[in-house]
């Protein structure tokens, strides 16, 4: 397994008790303009993501993966998501101790506030079958 494969399987690790709070009660009219703004360039319309997303390109970035049910956003917990796109991919893995990660998923923190990033993810789970939708949610830590 390459190691952006492995930093990414590293951080899909989830518990098994779910909670999906973050995602409750968000505007998904919001969040999927707010995709189709910000996010769709780079991960599709459809959510489809970049042709060949699980290979790196010559400099070592992976392209940008799907968000439909045939990518691996739904194989993370939700901070992880938020952190993802709110610092950005290399910043917010290093928050997690995995260094040298050469993403190309930018920051949004400049750009979204914090309940923006929440309903974008919102809106994305909400395309999600109800299977997938629950395989993710168990990967959640329960509401404080």
């Known amino acids: 397994m390459n190691k952006h494969l492995c930093a990414l399987a590293i951080c899909s690790i989830g518990t098994s008790v ?13 969040g999927q303009e707010l995709y189709a703004e910000h996010c769709a360039s780079c991960h599709g319309v459809n959510l489809e993501g970049q042709p060949n997303w699980q290979t790196p390109d010559d400099d070592g970035v992976l392209p940008a993966p799907p968000h439909d049910v045939t990518g691996h956003t ?44 929440w309903n974008v993810l919102a809106y994305i789970r909400s395309t999600w079958p109800d299977d997938v939708q629950q395989m993710q949610t168990s990967r959640n830590l329960p509401h404080q």
């Open 18 to 30: 779910a909670a999906d709070h973050e995602l409750i009660d968000r505007d998904l009219a919001n």
């Open 74 to 117: 739904w194989h993370h917990d939700n901070q992880l998501l938020f952190e993802y796109t709110k610092l950005g991919g290399a910043d917010a893995l290093a928050t997690r101790g995995i260094k040298d990660f050469n993403s190309g998923m930018p920051g949004f923190e400049s750009i979204l506030t914090d309940e923006d990033i």
